[in-house]
């Protein structure tokens, strides 16, 4: 089990955090995760499960945010045993943080939570990996502040996630640029491909994506040297609950990886 970054970043692979946006429940939950770790293993790609399980920052009131705070973290829990991998949840909240920790591996900030000090601390204080995404809104140097937050308060697992920044009302950018800048901070860099191709602020309330982009934002990121990757994959995403707009067929993950692999070996070869 993986219990540090050093275990996540030990062989010459990126890594990955993968699965639905949103815990929608057990047996949809294990499907996808029985599915992500037989190809991992195949290509040597260190694990760690991705399931949210509630989501806090929706754009309409009527729209999901989970199955129970306490459901959702069981699922992560189950998954965490039966698979023998990590897992990573968001947390929303200072008060969250403890509570998650009893049932997962990596805490993730979310983009725009990043500068919340209160949110940080206490996530440092879990003593578990905090995966802090980068605001739409900040430069890539900023987020060294946020880093120095967790770092400062006594924990030096930290890991930092661009997921695109800002650009017009309703489109995100990649600047590639932020990778290695990021990287120069000490801490490994994941690549949130999905939600880079997010189109937030959409009039229907929905947030739209452009699904069709995410192998050529995954290569690019692998070709700049990223550390990580983050991908949000369901069974079917046309009914996925959330994100399912830029979410990754599930079968379509495997073709994926094998061609990021591939770059990989390339660049370290």
Do not use: W
Request: aromatic share 6%.
């Amino acid at each position: 089990m993986i219990q540090t970054i050093a275990d996540l970043t030990k062989t010459d692979n990126f890594f990955l955090l993968a699965g639905p946006c949103v815990i929608e429940g057990e047996d949809m939950a294990l499907r996808i995760a029985e599915r992500i770790v037989k190809i991992t293993d195949r290509l040597n790609i260190p694990y760690v499960f991705k399931g949210s399980y509630r989501k806090a920052n929706r754009s309409r009131l009527d729209s999901f945010t989970g199955i129970g705070d306490e459901k959702a973290l069981k699922v992560l829990a189950k998954v965490r045993r039966e698979f023998d991998v990590p897992v990573v949840t968001d947390i929303h909240a200072a008060y969250e943080a403890a509570m998650a920790a009893q049932y997962v591996d990596v805490l993730q900030i979310p983009a725009f939570l990043c500068r919340q000090t209160d949110l940080l601390v206490a996530a440092a204080r879990t003593g578990k990996i905090v995966n802090i995404k980068k605001g739409q809104f900040l430069s890539p140097g900023a987020m060294r502040f946020a880093a120095d937050k967790v770092v400062e308060a006594g924990n030096d697992q930290v890991m930092l996630t661009e997921r695109g920044t800002t650009f017009g009302y309703q489109d995100l950018i990649v600047d590639y640029r932020g990778i290695p800048e990021m990287r120069s901070f000490g801490h490994p860099v994941i690549l949130d491909v999905t939600h880079s191709l997010q189109q937030p602020n959409q009039t229907s309330g929905v947030t739209g994506g452009m699904p069709q982009l995410i192998e050529t934002v995954a290569k690019a990121g692998v070709a700049v040297g990223v550390d990580g990757l983050f991908l949000e994959t369901h069974e079917d995403p046309s009914v996925a609950k959330s994100d399912g707009a830029n979410m990754l067929k599930l079968d379509l993950l495997e073709d994926l990886l094998v061609k990021l692999v591939r770059i990989r070996q390339s660049i370290i070869g």
